[in-house]
DNA sequence: AATAGTTAATTAACCTAACTAACTATTATT
DNA sequence: AATAATAGTTAGTTAGGTTAATTAACTATT
């Protein structure tokens, strides 16, 4: 079965890669849902917490206590919307410098990992998680 | 940047893709980490817990729980080594059971997410997973 | 046979990261 | 004006991780 060769391997991937960047990311203090949220905010600009919520695929409630602990480490901070009900979020220049700090050191993790797979293959790895996102979500 | 597209895709798909599993096995009253391990005892027969957490990449403790949790509801069942130290676990006849059910299940929603990539492409997203995990491990 | 060191599993205490339910404040709808 | 809906928070719970410490059993060396 292919399907299930492929979404084991995907598995497979997932604990030993996360361990690996979470030990890149205790230099920062930071967990790797903080520093989910931080890039997302890094490449998308400031959003509200809901949006993030959305974008996450989590509830808001957890949205609001990762928040809450980036606001006290100084890495985002929020101004009120004119619906006064909504904060936008975004990163202090802080969270930017630290956003790419981790990138950095995070794009040499991933070039290693992808060592032996050519740039074509690599390619058609990223279509076909494309894909298979686009028919999760639609 | 290539590799940072495949890993950011990787991230992206993990949560929803999650969501949906989740889904699928809260019928059998199942958390992913629990059928995790179950599917591992099924593709690869009996093992001790030390064994697992190896090869799950988490600690002992960990494992130790989820067995106890699976146990309850009857999915596993254990007897001693003889090295007496040693548990040896093993899948139930209901665990086996349940994990068909559950396979077969995830095996239709893993084809429609692979839905518009050919047998080609996702050969080759498979190797490309398969070479990163290589280079993480060794 | 005794001792020292190691390994397997568990327990306890703690943390992250998720959830639901219920709440407040504000905005939108009827 | 009343009601419904939405944004965010708070409180409480849970799964599933962690480390440190404990017990029992095995191994190797004296």
């Known amino acids: 079965m292919l399907q299930q060769n492929f979404f084991g391997l995907y598995?497979?991937?997932?604990?030993?890669?996360?361990?690996?960047?979470?030990?890149?990311?205790?230099?920062?203090?930071?967990?790797?849902?903080?520093?989910?949220?931080?890039?997302?905010?890094?490449?998308?600009?400031?959003?509200?917490?809901?949006?993030?919520?959305?974008?996450?695929?989590?509830?808001?409630?957890?949205?609001?206590?990762?928040l809450q602990r980036l606001g006290e480490m100084g890495y985002v901070e929020s101004t009120p919307g004119q619906d006064k009900r909504e904060k936008w979020i975004r990163l202090t220049s802080s969270g930017e410098a630290v956003c790419r700090d981790v990138m950095e050191q995070l794009a040499s993790l991933y070039e290693d990992l992808l060592q032996?797979?050519?740039?074509?293959?690599?390619?058609?790895?990223?279509?076909?998680?494309?894909?298979?996102?686009?028919n999760l979500t639609s």
Request: charged share 20%; hydrophobic share 40%; proline share 4%.
């Open 11 to 66: 598995y497979k991937l997932y604990r030993p890669l996360l361990n690996q960047v979470n030990a890149k990311l205790t230099q920062y203090g930071l967990f790797s849902s903080q520093w989910q949220l931080m890039k997302l905010l890094m490449q998308e600009g400031a959003m509200t917490p809901a949006e993030i919520a959305q974008r996450q695929q989590v509830e808001k409630p957890s949205i609001t206590k990762i």
């Open 116 to 134: 032996g797979s050519s740039k074509e293959e690599v390619e058609i790895a990223i279509s076909v998680l494309a894909r298979a996102h686009q």
